[in-house]
């Protein structure tokens, strides 16, 4: 093969190795993007997950099955489209995966659910039977302990029976506008202690 041939041989296979180069380069780059979309669904995905299970166990506070009232909504819809004559179909509800993690503590069930009804109250005996109703046995007592510590380290806002969801905005600006504690030296005290 003579100099002239070979340099159009090299500068096909030069042009197809580029080609071939800048099509894995572009394939890459859109594989990144689809893993990075990927792991942003999953987030949504997941929030929404946990979303529906704060739902749910709102709806359980407010002495409702929140899975059945909704079945019991979309099957009205479909009667309500058959008696119009829709030709759209109806498609069977997807129902939610369980949740990624499941409450572990009292506390967590209890915080869930006075998130999920906030602006609205929960209380002690609503949160009670729901937590039996998922077959969590407690003592009687531990659930308004429970919410009373949660009062206590500022999660939450009572207003005789009913607890409220403090946001986190609240709790900052409650701790930012709190005096400072004393040294606990105080001499009235002492005396009064004394007597």
Do not use: C
């Not at 099955?65 to 479909?78: C, G, H, I, P």
């Not at 009687?140 to 206590?152: A, C, D, H, S, W």
């Not at 504690?181 to 004394?194: C, H, I, K, M, T």
């Amino acid at each position: 093969m003579d100099q002239h041939a070979r340099t159009l041989v090299v500068s096909g296979f030069i042009k197809q190795y580029t080609e071939i180069k800048e099509t894995w380069v572009e394939a890459e780059a859109e594989t990144r993007k689809l893993k990075v979309r990927a792991d942003e669904l999953e987030g949504i995905k997941k929030k929404a997950i946990d979303d529906y299970h704060k739902l749910r166990a709102a709806a359980g506070v407010f002495g409702f099955d929140l899975d059945a009232e909704s079945k019991a909504a979309d099957q009205e819809k479909a009667a309500l489209r058959a008696i119009a004559g829709s030709e759209e179909p109806v498609a069977p509800p997807t129902p939610m995966p369980p949740a990624a993690v499941e409450f572990k503590t009292i506390r967590e069930h209890a915080l869930a659910a006075a998130e999920a009804a906030f602006p609205n109250p929960i209380r002690a005996s609503g949160l009670r039977q729901q937590l039996e109703a998922l077959g969590i046995k407690t003592h009687e007592k531990t659930v308004g302990m429970t919410l009373y510590r949660l009062l206590k380290g500022k999660k939450l806002r009572r207003d005789g029976w009913d607890w409220f969801w403090v946001p986190e905005v609240e709790r900052q600006s409650a701790v930012t506008a709190q005096e400072p504690e004393s040294s606990g030296s105080d001499p009235e005290l002492l005396l009064n202690a004394a007597e």
